[in-house]
């Protein structure tokens, strides 16, 4: 079998890169962490066992180059369930996303998403068309499946639609104790506040009204997703786009931006 990153959205430069990593484990540990990574129940531990191990790892190309070569099982499983490839490539492209999010905060090829990708290494999160979700659990056990919007995501109406119904289909033929799941989002994109500062032709006011607000909270999520850096200050946002020069001025005057949790209707 080739590399994955051969697979995904790396240019060609960064899969030298990649091919150059060596990731400083044995052969019995690189199998091993293959094997908890990939594990629902698992991954968690497994992630925090691999930064202890993976010492000088600055820029997290020894964890993405374990996660990739990891990704190889995600595969094979993927592979033994009849899940097309091209789901496997959309989702697993995550990686190659999450590293140019990486560079354009840092200014060079890395990787520090090594906390989230156990979701898609162990076959829990799944992106079809614009959206990823994932097989979920309640805090009182119950099976539901949260939504999460990348940052290249299209929220051009029919293209959700699109993604939403496939979604359905794929989780009622490949994980049906799933298919009468809820949908949840937890995300600053379904803030209240957005509708203060957005006109009423958005497509993020049309993806809000898909879903019913059943919390929210002081976040502070939206600045690197808007901004594209977690830590500025407000005097410091830049002001490209008419959402920027908004949500800075209204940020200013004193508001407070959250994140909402909220309930796709049916």
Known sequence: MKPIYELLDFSVQEKQILSLTDDGLTNEERLEFSKTLTDPNLYKTAFNRLIARLLSDDDGLKM??????????SLQKYQAYGIPENIFIDTFNCFSRFTKEYKKQYGKFGFDRGFWTGRQLSLT???????????????NGEREVALHVPSDCDLSSDKIDLSIENAK????????????????????????????????SSKILAFQNRFTVISERPSDEYKFWVYGFPNL???????????????KSLILSGRVMTEATAKLKV
């Not at 993405?64 to 099982?73: D, E, G, N, P, V």
């Not at 799941?181 to 500062?197: F, G, M, R």
């Not at 200050?233 to 920027?244: A, G, H, M, R, V």
């Open 125 to 139: 999160l799944f992106r079809i068309g614009e959206l990823e979700y994932e097989l979920s659990r309640s805090l």
């Open 169 to 200: 289909s794929f989780i009622k033929k490949f994980y049906p104790d799933y298919a009468q799941a809820p949908y949840y989002i937890t995300s600053w994109l379904n803030s209240p506040l957005l509708k203060e500062v957005l006109d009423d």
């Open 233 to 247: 200050n407000p005097e410091d946002f830049s002001e490209n786009t008419s959402l920027q020069r908004r949500l």
């Open 64 to 73: 993405l180059s374990l996660m990739l070569f990891s990704a190889k099982t």
